[in-house]
């Protein structure tokens, strides 16, 4: 119920998720999360808050708070009430109101329809066989130029042959990527989870990133900010912490020691789960990362590949700062890490090392040491190195590229987002003008897919 009356919400205020998302200060992954009802969420989560205040502010600066309440029928116009009333509204378990007859945005429909049918391997031809259409109908839906009705049997039948020729795991995985839905969701409700996702007005989750992405490199202000040392909580100092709360006070430490000893370098390995990452130790991990930068330190990051596109981009916006003044160099692992165990290595090469290796997600009952004896920060380094060695540039930064005469250019205000050859790269037009040459293949594909849906900002 909760996930229908966030559909309806942003449907009736004509807005995405990641419009919300920047409003509320975070990243749209989470909200997208809230409207799939992949999670199961309360009135008190922090999710849910963000998104109540996300919405609020949106109205405020668009002048739709009277058009909101309306919706969840609310008289009073002070900020608690209506914050608390959209709260209530949310969780109330009554149904909204129908509304199926209107058409999913063209764009986003014939772009969401042809990753559909890369991923079941169908032609034109072998779709429309199956649902009783001529080939060419199928290509007007893949371009946008036709969308059925949720309400006509076609939009169905479509869904139902697609999820039909998803048959082998590799395939079912790769639409678990897309559609953003559990593995039993997928088996069981196949159809009907193409369906909804096929005929909702939402960008696919990697193509929202890409947008928040570039709206975010729009927004960074043309002169450096300096910034204030956060208050640091306080911390044990020991060799061992554990648990979520134990790894925050374990990487306080360690960033709050980066900054006094100015150290010039950090290497960073990761694949355990970012749940620890919560909204407010996430915005110290952010604002000690910023005093990193101001320091002038150096982060060389490996992104795990079993991470999908869209976490891969938060992660650059998250630091993007840094990004754009060139001082991460990022890497990806050409290898899948596996089911079974998570490793995190985090290194400062002269004082000290964070190192976790335990079974995945298990975070609650996880170790982590913290090491400063020589041996082993130095047995560490070889260990990243070793790593390291079997990775590849996640995309390299340099000073901006003149596009060729053959090139695709794509604008998006102070961004050049381009197409030439087999490369992707998006040129930062003001100051510190950069540019990003994407080297990963997903992702080189996410840009395409959001180029493609002819998105504004």
Request: charged share 25%.
């Amino acid at each position: 119920m909760l996930s229908k009356k966030v559909a309806f919400l942003l449907k009736k205020l004509d807005v995405e998720n990641s419009v919300i998302a920047g409003y509320a200060g975070c990243g749209p992954a989470n909200f997208c999360r809230l409207r799939s009802g992949s999670r199961n969420y309360t009135g008190k989560s922090t999710t849910v808050k963000k998104f109540v205040e996300g919405v609020y502010y949106y109205c405020c600066d668009n002048s739709r708070l009277s058009e909101l309440c309306s919706i969840i029928k609310c008289a009073d116009i002070t900020e608690d009430k209506i914050i608390s009333a959209l709260t209530v509204w949310l969780f109330d378990g009554k149904d909204t109101p129908a509304d199926t007859d209107e058409r999913p945005d063209s764009n986003v429909f014939g772009n969401k329809l042809c990753s559909l049918m890369d991923i079941a391997e169908l032609s034109n031809k072998e779709l429309s066989s199956m649902i009783g259409v001529d080939p060419s109908y199928i290509s007007r839906m893949r371009s946008g130029e036709r969308v059925p009705l949720r309400s006509t049997g076609l939009l169905m039948k479509l869904c139902s042959a697609i999820a039909e020729s998803i048959d082998s795991e590799y395939k079912v995985n790769q639409l678990k990527e897309l559609i953003g839905t559990k593995d039993e969701e997928v088996e069981n409700e196949r159809s009907e989870q193409i369906f909804m996702w096929l005929s909702s007005r939402d960008m696919p989750a990697n193509m929202q990133s890409v947008k928040w992405l570039i709206k975010m490199i729009n927004d960074i202000p043309d002169v450096q900010e300096k910034y204030d040392m956060p208050e640091v909580p306080p911390y044990e100092i020991k060799s061992e912490y554990y648990g979520a709360g134990g790894l925050q006070q374990c990487c306080a430490r360690f960033l709050d020691n980066i900054i006094k000893n100015n150290s010039p370098e950090i290497l960073l390995y990761s694949d355990i789960n970012i749940d620890w990452l919560t909204w407010d130790y996430g915005s110290l991990w952010i604002n000690l990362m910023k005093i990193c930068f101001n320091c002038g330190t150096r982060i060389k990051i490996i992104h795990s590949i079993d991470r999908s596109v869209h976490e891969m981009i938060e992660a650059i916006i998250s630091w993007l700062p840094l990004y754009v003044l060139g001082q991460i160099e990022p890497y990806y692992s050409t290898s899948p890490v596996g089911g079974r165990f998570a490793c995190s290595i985090i290194i400062d090469p002269n004082n000290a090392c964070i190192q976790s290796y335990g079974v995945r997600d298990t975070a609650a009952e996880s170790e982590y040491a913290y090491i400063t004896k020589e041996k082993g920060i130095e047995r560490n380094i070889r260990v990243f190195d070793a790593l390291l060695s079997k990775c590849k540039p996640l995309m390299e930064i340099a000073d901006p590229i003149t596009p060729s005469e053959n090139a695709e250019v794509c604008e998006y205000g102070k961004v050049q987002l381009c197409f030439e050859d087999d490369r992707v790269y998006m040129n930062k037009l003001s100051s510190p003008a950069r540019s990003f040459t994407f080297t990963y293949e997903p992702m080189k594909q996410a840009f395409r897919s959001f180029a493609n849906c002819k998105s504004e900002l």
